[in-house]
């Protein structure tokens, strides 16, 4: 494991790390450019507001929205009344995971697995859906867990209740 602790979640991965970055800016930008007419979520990079210990906090983000914390490897949805926190990776392979902006879903650019805003699996390779770690909501503020990581072939009512309402 590098000293940073980040996983190398595109190991065998012709894409790669910054070719990831690269396609969420570009989202991000034709979002922005789209202006009014754009339907799909926006996609942000955002950074903790505070961390301690293995806890992180965030804002509650907009409904409607996908952020990614590149450096806590974690993607924060707002979908519906909900918020989720998910693992950066796909359970499948560990490749990072993209937001398809006009298809309004994830896919693992490795093998083609798509996954719901929710992190539902819909099809491909991996055998479930994205996995979510703990969260919890404190006044304006979401505390995402970093160790308490759940997974739905797993630890399926642990997943299943893995977001908060707002």
């Not at 789209?34 to 926006?42: D, E, H, N, T, V």
């Not at 990079?45 to 590149?70: L, M, Q, W």
């Not at 919890?136 to 299943?160: C, P």
Request: aromatic share 8%; with cysteine; proline share 4%.
């Amino acid at each position: 494991m590098p000293e940073s602790g980040a996983r190398d979640f595109c190991q065998g991965c012709s894409l790669g790390r910054r070719a990831f970055l690269r396609d969420a800016a570009l989202a991000a930008a034709a979002l922005a450019a789209a202006g009014s007419r754009a339907s799909a979520l926006p996609v942000r990079f955002i950074d903790e507001i505070a961390a301690r210990g293995k806890e992180v906090t965030y804002a509650i983000p907009a409904a409607g929205s996908v952020n990614f914390d590149k450096s806590n490897e974690i993607i924060l949805v707002g979908a519906g009344k909900s918020v989720f926190a998910f693992d950066l990776s796909c359970p499948h392979q560990n490749t990072a995971l993209r937001w398809k902006p006009a298809d309004k879903r994830f896919e693992c650019p490795k093998h083609h697995s798509l996954y719901s805003p929710e992190g539902v699996y819909i099809e491909g390779r991996a055998t479930r859906s994205m996995d979510r770690h703990a969260i919890r909501r404190e006044g304006g503020n979401v505390i995402v867990d970093l160790d308490k990581i759940y997974e739905e072939d797993h630890d399926g009512a642990l997943w299943k209740d893995a977001h908060v309402d707002v």
